[in-house]
Structures are given as structure tokens and as C-alpha cells.
């Protein structure tokens, strides 16, 4: 089978939107989390496959899109990319032959360069850089993290490093020297606000003014603060049958995030809103969609508020592309502020995806290779962004917020017009 049939068996098998399952066909969320994690379902899933009249579990879903549409497919992107959200260690560990592989990936899909975000400055930092720069130094730009735990207990909160005094001070040091060694941003991850723990046990809070400092450094250092706050609204409501992501969660209800242990979204948003508005002189992406992908017209008022605030698309197309019309007028109107990102390195075809949904009005297509779809029962429709919105998503504002970027794509465009030229 070759890779083009493949993609197409992957779109056959595509889930339909929940709203099109039939109750009577299918035992919806009849199985509910407990039931799945503590006991097995009394008949095996074999004789739960919907045939001759026999109930369907959820998981064993997979409608065939019966749809015959056009098809625009891409297999790169129309113009150079900057990937501004991946994860070059925690993906590829530090394996060289993966690395040059998905450094092919990128040449065959036009992705100039990848900002990976996963320089701990724990000392990581320094490994990352070797890995990535001894061989591609002009097609990565990195992130470092703040060392939090420091040599601190992982399960011991009051032992870590960010709980001394003068932390937010050293780290802001530690971000001068890195700056000065290349580094082109922070990262911070979700774990900040939603794991995170002070000495007495409540969480930390993602506003905390102790870390005032390492904010307002990055602003100092000329470098945009990428951060992670909260997580996808069905995440953060009860693993029931009216959540939207049930099948995810009940996959993973590690990832769930509802209840009295966990701050609500929206103090967590709240909360991250709070430090881009103290800081108006440090710029701020709001991974994921500033994680509000749900709430289009939300964020657009956040970005009308926070001039400093900017947002980027990874592992969001499924939520954009399930609400394309709005999603088009919403990326157009803040096209100046919107990064391209996508979470991977994933397999190539996820990319192939990325470009279909910003490039074409296709209709009706699977937002992941992956079956069932990793985040949410549904399928998207592309947004045909008019080129000057493509240029400025895929490359421009990149190029014109991150130290590094600017210079990389000019050598990639150079490169790539010298091979077409005679
Ligand atoms: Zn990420």
C-alpha cells in the first residue's frame, strides 16, 4: 500500500461527529470511567459490536465517512514554516538518526525551522543545544525551562529551589547567560499552576509575585515568554456523558482536571491574563490558543486588551477547524499576533493535515492520523487563509517576535531559491 492509500484508508476511518451516533446503537458512556478502570464490561467486545441488533461500545466506533468530496491534499506547506511549538527532547529523546530523519520531514514540507521548548536550565539546556546545534544550528531555535525543583525532592514541595528566596533573581541571571549562549525564549508548562506546590501544600499560583523577576527579565532580554496555563475546557468538566471529550478521557483520566483539587479555567486563565498585564513590556504567547481555542470570541478580546499577548495554533486545529467559519475571521482579523505551532514532532501526515486545514475549504477530514481522533469524536473543515495571512502565520510574525528565527528563514528562502535556480 503505498503511503498516499494509506492516508486515504486513515480519512475512511474517520469518526464522525458524536452528534450523529445514535443512542440506541451504541451503550454512550454506559460504561462510565469507574466501570471501565475497575471492572470489565460483563460481555467481551466481541459480542458488543452493534451487529444483528447487539449493542456498541464507544471505543469500538469507527464509521466510515461516506462523503465524496474534492480533495485538495498538501504535502508541504505553501510557504516556509516556523514551527514555533515542538518538543525535540521529550519526543525524540536523543536519538541522532531521529533527529535527521524529521530534519527530512522538514525539508519535504517546506518547515524551515522548529523552536523546540525543552532547555531546562537544569542543565538539559546545554545537552539540548549540543544535540540540536552540532549538526542543525540553523534549523532550530530553543526555549529554556525554569528549574523549579532545583535539587529539591521531587515529593518534598518545601525542599525545592523556587521556594528559597532570591530564586526568581538567580533564574533571571541564568536566562542572561543562556540569552547570551543563543536561547530565544521560555517555556513554561502547565504543570505551573495546575502541580506545582508551595511548602504548605496549596498549589502555586501562576500570578505569584515572587516570580515577578523572571517576567519581567524576558522582557529585559528581549525574549517572548511561550506559556502553557489550563488545558481544554472538557478537561476541566465532569468525565460524564455530556463531555465532549469522554472518549479521550476515559482513555486518559489522568488528564482531567475537574474537581476540588484543581483551581477552576478560569481563575487559571485569569491568572495568566493578570502577569501579561503586569508586564506589558514582555512579550507573551499563549500556547495552544492561549488554551481558550473553545471561546474564539474571548480570546480575540484578550488580544485586543493585551497588546504584549500573542497565541499559537499547536494541537489546536481540531478545535479551530470544527468552527471554521468563525475561526477564519477570527485568525484573518488577528493575523499580526498568530504563530504557527503544532506540539510534534508528529508523523508526517499530521503535518500534511496542518496545511490542508490552513490552505483549503476541504470539508469534512480528519484533524490527526491517529484512530479513534485523539481529541474529540469529531472532524474539521479548512479555513483558506488568503496568502498574506499563510506568510504572516507560517513565517512572518515568528520571524519579527523571536530572536534566531529571522535569520534562519532568510537562509532557508536563499538555500531553496539557489537549488531552483539553473
Ligand atoms: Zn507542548
Same mark, same amino acid.
Given at each position: 500500500m503505498n503511503p498516499h492509500d494509506k492516508h486515504k484508508q486513515f480519512h475512511r476511518f474517520i469518526v464522525a461527529k #458524536? $452528534?450523529?451516533? @445514535?443512542?440506541? @446503537?451504541? #451503550?454512550?458512556?454506559?460504561?462510565a470511567l469507574g466501570g471501565v478502570l475497575q471492572a470489565q464490561p460483563p460481555a467481551g467486545p466481541e459480542l458488543l459490536? *452493534? /451487529?444483528? *441488533?447487539r449493542e456498541l461500545l464507544l471505543k469500538n466506533f469507527r464509521p466510515k465517512n461516506q462523503l465524496r468530496l474534492t480533495e485538495h491534499r498538501?504535502?508541504?506547506?505553501?510557504f516556509p514554516v516556523v514551527d514555533v511549538h515542538t518538543h525535540f527532547f521529550f519526543k525524540l529523546r536523543s536519538s541522532e538518526q531521529a533527529l535527521d530523519d524529521y530534519v527530512a520531514v522538514m525539508d519535504r514540507n517546506n518547515i524551515a525551522l522548529c523552536a523546540s #521548548?525543552?532547555?531546562? #536550565?537544569? $542543565?538539559r539546556l546545554s545537552e539540548h543545544m549540543g544535540f540540536l546545534w552540532n549538526r542543525y544550528r540553523d534549523r532550530f531555535v530553543i526555549f529554556a525551562n525554569i528549574?523549579? /525543583?532545583?535539587?529539591? /525532592?521531587?515529593?518534598?514541595?518545601? +525542599?525545592?529551589?523556587?521556594?528559597?528566596?532570591g530564586f526568581a533573581q538567580r533564574t533571571a541571571q541564568q536566562l542572561a547567560v543562556a540569552v547570551e549562549k543563543g536561547v530565544s525564549g521560555l517555556k513554561v508548562f502547565k504543570?505551573?499552576?495546575l502541580e506545582y506546590r508551595n511548602p504548605d501544600g496549596s498549589l502555586m499560583a501562576v500570578?505569584?509575585?515572587?516570580?515577578d523577576p523572571i517576567w519581567q527579565a524576558c522582557g529585559k532580554l528581549g525574549i517572548p515568554v511561550i506559556i502553557h496555563t489550563a488545558d481544554p475546557a472538557a478537561f476541566f468538566e465532569?468525565?460524564?456523558?455530556?463531555?465532549?471529550r469522554w472518549e479521550e478521557l476515559s482513555r486518559h483520566p489522568d488528564w482531567s482536571f475537574h474537581g476540588d483539587d484543581y483551581p477552576s479555567r478560569k481563575h487559571l486563565l485569569a491568572a495568566r491574563n493578570r502577569i501579561v498585564a503586569k508586564h506589558p513590556k514582555t512579550q507573551f504567547i499563549g500556547a495552544h490558543v492561549a488554551n481558550n481555542p473553545e471561546d474564539l470570541a474571548t480570546v480575540g478580546k484578550w488580544l485586543d486588551l493585551y497588546p504584549n499577548l500573542w497565541i499559537e495554533t499547536a494541537s489546536r486545529i481540531s478545535e479551530l477547524g470544527r468552527q471554521p467559519y468563525t475561526a477564519r475571521k477570527f485568525l484573518i482579523r488577528y493575523s499580526d499576533r498568530i504563530l504557527f505551532g503544532t506540539d510534534? !514532532?508528529? !508523523?508526517e501526515p499530521r503535518l500534511h493535515i496542518n496545511w490542508r486545514f490552513f490552505e483549503t475549504a476541504d470539508e +469534512?477530514?480528519?484533524? +490527526?492520523?491517529k484512530v479513534p481522533p485523539p481529541q474529540g469524536m469529531w472532524q474539521i473543515h479548512g479555513v483558506h487563509l488568503p496568502d498574506h495571512v499563510l506568510r504572516k502565520l507560517y513565517f512572518e510574525n515568528a520571524s519579527r517576535l523571536i530572536p534566531g528565527v529571522k535569520e534562519r528563514v532568510m537562509k532557508f528562502r536563499a538555500a531553496r531559491e539557489s537549488k531552483v535556480k539553473p
Open positions: #458524536l $452528534g450523529q451516533i @445514535t443512542g440506541q @446503537t451504541i #451503550l454512550f458512556g454506559f460504561f459490536d *452493534g /451487529r444483528a *441488533g498538501r504535502r508541504k506547506a505553501a #521548548l525543552d532547555g531546562n #536550565l537544569n $542543565g528549574d523549579w /525543583r532545583g535539587d529539591g /525532592r521531587e515529593d518534598d514541595p518545601a +525542599s525545592w529551589a523556587c521556594h528559597r528566596a504543570r505551573f499552576g500570578d505569584d509575585p515572587r516570580f465532569p468525565i460524564d456523558e455530556f463531555n465532549e510534534g !514532532p508528529w !508523523p +469534512s477530514f480528519a484533524y +490527526s492520523e
